[in-house]
């Protein structure tokens, strides 16, 4: 088993800067991706970012593009989301997830999952 523990969430004003963290416990593999997903009541979880874990490779949506950063700590099993020029439809729960390899885009390739962090930005 795998878990995932995400932090750093809050509210914030539009423009503003914050810094998601992921932490990873339990039987974790370096040769995994990890990714952020995020989801609004009533609509589809939507891909965010994605880091293959062993590279350092980067992968991002179209709409965080130049607004968004995936990182990771090799030393402590991190990975962190710095989240910059925020916007109110950037308002969501945000995950993050793992994966053993597949399309980072879909949601079905990660086969572990935090419960969440809550990201609300005021306009």
């Known amino acids: 088993q795998v878990q995932l523990v995400e932090s750093g969430g809050g509210m914030v004003q539009a423009g503003d800067s914050l810094r998601l963290s992921c932490a990873a416990s339990?039987?974790?593999?370096?040769?995994?991706?990890m990714g952020w997903f995020r989801q609004v009541p009533g609509k589809e979880r939507e891909f965010v970012a994605a880091?293959?874990?062993?590279?350092?490779?980067?992968h991002y949506a179209d709409s965080v593009k130049g607004r968004f950063t995936i990182s990771r700590d090799n030393a402590k099993k991190m990975v962190y989301l710095e989240m910059n020029s925020l916007k109110s439809e950037d308002t969501a729960v945000y995950y993050c997830?793992?994966?053993?390899?597949?399309?980072?885009?879909?949601?079905?390739?990660?086969?572990?999952w935090g419960q969440g962090t809550q990201v609300t930005v005021s306009s």
């Open positions: 339990g039987r974790t593999f370096s040769s995994y991706s």
């Open positions: 880091i293959v874990w062993s590279s350092g490779t980067t």
């Open positions: 997830a793992s994966s053993p390899g597949g399309i980072l885009y879909y949601y079905n390739s990660y086969s572990y």
